[in-house]
């Protein structure tokens, strides 16, 4: 049973999923058919690469709609959604988040890579000063979950095609309807 220190808004949540059989995890694929993945050895880590998107942030005429995402790097396995965030930074720490609440459970150890350096830094810090609710929020979860979830700093994202697939399906439909 792994126990995986998940926050929410006001205060840091504890939730455990025992696990039938610690060797398999499931996984959703790219045609969101469950699968199971057999761990490898050293346990279940992966490494996971996030990302966010804040349409219209160039134009006041139109409004700003945001959308965070995720790649399981090797596996296929990828999420997105829409969130609300004004700034990149917010939706940027939503992305990690997201990872953490989607994936937190399901592996002993998860590598997150994020391309916005500012959101790496800032939560790797020791002490912050004046840090948004949503920073204290992921400060809190990884510090509560540092023997399990990592986060790195990376120049190019893998996951930033997925989302902006995601985004620009969202936009089609919205546009076709």
């Known amino acids: ?7 929410s808004a006001k205060e840091i949540v504890s939730s455990s999923i025992p696990s039938e059989n610690p060797t398999q995890t499931r996984l959703k694929s790219n045609n969101n ?25 160039h134009d006041k005429k139109l409004p700003k709609l945001a959308y965070v995402g995720y790649l399981v790097e090797g596996s296929g396995l990828h999420a997105a959604k829409p969130v609300e965030a004004e ?10 988040l997201f990872a953490i609440e989607e994936l937190g459970l399901k592996f002993d150890r998860i590598t997150i890579v994020c ?13 912050v000063k004046k840090p948004s609710p949503l920073l204290d929020i992921l400060r809190a979860t990884l510090r509560a979950n540092s023997s ?12 930033h ?11 089609r439909n919205a546009t076709s309807e």
């Open 87 to 96: 700034e990149s930074d917010d939706a940027e720490i939503q992305a990690v």
């Open 1 to 7: 049973m792994h126990r995986v220190h998940c926050a």
């Open 161 to 171: 095609g997925i989302l902006t697939e995601y985004v620009n399906q969202v936009m």
């Open 115 to 127: 391309d916005h350096e500012s959101v790496v830094s800032e939560a790797s810090r020791e002490t």
């Open 33 to 57: 058919q469950e699968q199971f993945r057999m761990s490898e050895g050293q346990g279940n880590t992966i490494r996971v690469f996030v990302d966010a998107k804040i349409t219209g942030m």
């Open 148 to 159: 399990r979830i990592q986060l790195e700093a990376l120049q190019h994202n893998l996951a």
